[in-house]
């Protein structure tokens, strides 16, 4: 079987010195392909220098993440034009983090918008985080129908109502599936089997939400088989079944 991680962070300092272990692990798994998540300009450095030394298993997004959104985010969006033609699949993570920055509310939105727009330019899909801001999110989506935007919304815990909504804005979206899938008591659990398998994709967010047996550890993408197999029991269908279909998902949405 083979998996694709479509959101992690190999790069971030919780791996400092068994970066190419975690990697090494996660391939032996079956995830031969890891999603980079880019952040802001202060962990690019570290995050092209580790695709640089996997090449074919990592591969880079290019954005500024919500919760680094400040007075200067226009300067840090300047800051990634230099790396598009770094074999870039996707603009993200961009989106809304209203529950720890409440404050930059309007500043994240301006730069949200600027981003989706830079997407449609490049013709790249879009990796979002959605944090406590469904109302403005799906005002700005609304207002951005003419963009066409493809893409999706990662650690995704809403409700499928919720991604039919997102589904009305126009575009071609999937729902990113992680390890709050297996949490106790989680409603995207139940949610999940009304969402079309041919709108998901897998992944860790490592080294966060880590999934369920491992819940306590720092998360890898090693552990993508066993949120697998929570969705495959979720759906009644094999783990077969699901990794390929979520890898051709992947491979189709990010042009792998």
Not at 57 to 75: A, H, I, K, Q, T
Not at 131 to 157: K, P, Q, Y
């Amino acid at each position: 079987m083979e998996f694709i991680d479509t959101h992690t962070h190999n790069y971030d300092e919780a791996y400092a010195g068994c970066e190419d272990e975690v990697i090494d692990r996660a391939v032996s798994a079956g995830v031969t392909k890891l999603l980079q998540a880019d952040i802001d300009s202060r962990e690019r450095g570290r995050m092209f220098s580790l695709v640089e030394k996997h090449p074919g298993v990592l591969f880079p997004m290019l954005g500024l993440y919500p919760g680094s959104v400040e007075e200067n985010w226009r300067d840090e969006i300047d800051a990634i034009l230099p790396f598009r033609s770094r074999g870039i699949v996707a603009v993200g993570e961009i989106g809304l983090e209203y529950h720890y920055r409440p404050e930059t509310r309007e500043l994240q939105m301006e730069a949200f918008r600027t981003q989706l727009e830079l997407a449609s330019e490049w013709d790249l899909p879009v990796n979002i985080h959605l944090r406590e801001a469904t109302e403005d999110f799906f005002a700005i989506m609304n207002d951005c129908r003419h963009l066409h935007l493809r893409g999706n919304l990662h650690a995704f815990s809403g409700s499928a109502e919720m991604f039919d909504r997102l589904c009305r804005t126009g575009g071609d979206w999937y729902v990113g599936i992680g390890g709050v899938l297996t949490f106790k008591r989680a409603s995207i659990a139940e949610d999940i089997k009304r969402i079309p398998l041919s709108r998901i994709l897998l992944e860790t967010d490592a080294p966060y939400l880590t999934p369920v047996p491992h819940r306590g550890e720092r998360n890898e993408s090693a552990y993508i088989p066993a949120i697998a197999a929570f969705l495959a029991q979720q759906k009644g269908i094999s783990i077969e079944e699901v990794a390929e279909t979520t890898t051709n998902n992947a491979k189709l949405l990010f042009r792998l």
